[in-house]
Antibody, heavy 135, light 108 residues
Framework: EVRLVESGGGLVQPGGSLRLSCAAS????????MSWVRQGPGNGLEWVAN????????YYVDSVKGRFTISRDNPKNSLFLQMNRLRVEDTAVYFC????????????????????????????WGQGTTVTVAS | LVLTQSPATLSLSPGDRATLSCRAS??????VAWYQQKPGQAPRLLIY???NRATGIPARFSGGGSGTDFTLTISSLEPEDFAVYYC???????????FGPGTKVDIK
């Protein structure tokens, strides 16, 4: 069974830190782009960050740049989100998500070169872990 | 990029046809997806690449559109379809994501 299980949420004061973990099972974690998506109380979905299969590329929404760090441990099938300098507005349920992607290549200068990743949806979601930032 | 979904709420009866709109502030890639979320649950992927149904999604769900305007259509609402629906777009590079604010489909 394909599964993602988040942990590490809790109550933290503004300015504090928290580290979220996500345990993956049932699929080849090391070949999957992964994301964190959050949902504030009564709010919609907000993408937070993602990381390439080998961890060499990471991208963030502007509101968390410089404060949050996404990382992964492929041998342990685990995804992490280190959250520092937390703000009240970071209060949310945080979902660990698998991105279904496929690498594609284009013919350039006489050879095929990697050109990007087709995206086929965020197809596996964890149940989420709740982060509350309050004094 | 801003995604706008309309209407915010759609009040319909089982058996009705639902048409949900997602409009982008600028022309976007074909990496448009739709998700369904029920209270207390994680979102579920319905549609990817504008019009492709995800695995296990019934044929009553269909997606379409291009450029800046996209739609999700539910041809005949079943009781389990009453939920919130989000559209999403992924950029080419960087591969970041934007979600729309959601459309709630509730029972009339």
């Amino acid at each position: 069974e394909v599964r993602l299980v988040e942990s590490g949420g809790g109550l933290v004061q503004p300015g504090g830190s928290l580290r979220l973990s996500c345990a993956a099972s049932g699929f080849t974690f090391s070949t999957s782009w992964m994301s964190w998506v959050r949902q504030g109380p009564g709010n919609g979905l907000e993408w937070v960050a993602n990381i390439k299969e080998d961890g060499s590329q990471k991208y963030y929404v502007d509101s968390v740049k410089g404060r949050f760090t996404i990382s992964r441990d492929n041998p342990k099938n685990s995804l992490f989100l280190q959250m520092n300098r937390l703000r009240v507005e970071d209060t949310a349920v945080y979902f660990c998500v698998r991105e279904r992607t496929e690498s594609f290549h284009e013919f350039w200068n006489g050879q095929y070169v990697h050109a990007g990743y087709h995206f086929y949806g965020m197809d596996v979601w964890g149940q989420g872990t709740t982060v509350t930032v309050a004094s | 990029l801003v995604l706008t979904q309309s209407p915010a709420t759609l009040s319909l009866s089982p058996g009705d046809r639902a048409t949900l709109s997602c409009r982008a502030s600028e022309s976007v890639t074909t990496y448009v997806a739709w998700y369904q979320q029920k209270p207390g649950q994680a979102p579920r992927l319905l549609i990817y690449d504008v019009s492709n149904r995800a695995t296990g999604i019934p044929a009553r769900f269909s997606g379409g559109g291009s450029g800046t305007d996209f739609t999700l259509t539910i041809s005949s609402l079943e009781p389990e379809d009453f939920a919130v629906y989000y559209c999403q777009q992924r950029g080419n590079w960087p591969p970041d994501f934007t979600f729309g604010p959601g459309t709630k489909v509730d029972i009339k």
